[in-house]
């Protein structure tokens, strides 16, 4: 009988792929799978391999800590909070309104 896996990073992948502004087709072409492959990763049908996980990491300049941070024990919690990795990607304005606006929710 085949032990079921704890470990989902489907989500997480979804996350940083929508973060940064891309489509499962487009991510399927940079990492060099097919989009059902991608979209199998995303809900937990299949597990990546070593390989496409890698491509994922270099591809949105992570690490593997990040996909994987919710399954580490580590004394600090240095986790990236997925909904905002494509800050850096943003125009100078926009991240001075981000920068503003936690500014005035970390005051009330």
């Known amino acids: 009988m085949k032990k079921e896996s704890n470990v989902k ?11 940064n ?3 499962q ?8 799978v097919s989009v059902r492959h ?3 990763i995303e809900q937990d049908r299949v597990k990546p391999s ?3 996980l890698i491509r994922i990491c270099n591809l949105f300049g992570i690490g593997l800590n990040q996909i994987f941070s919710k399954y ?8 990236l909070e997925y909904k905002l990795a494509g800050y850096d990607k943003l125009d100078k304005k926009d991240k001075e309104t981000i920068e503003n606006l936690i500014m005035y929710f970390n005051k009330r």
Do not use: F, P, W
Not at 9 to 19: C, F
Not at 72 to 79: A, C, G, I, P, S
């Open 9 to 19: 990073i489907g989500k997480v992948i979804q996350d940083i792929r929508k973060s």
């Open 72 to 79: 580490l024990k580590v004394k600090e919690n240095k986790t």
């Open 50 to 52: 070593y390989e496409i």
């Open 25 to 32: 087709e487009k991510l399927a072409e940079a990492v060099e």
């Open 38 to 40: 991608i979209s199998d």
């Open 21 to 23: 502004g891309y489509t």
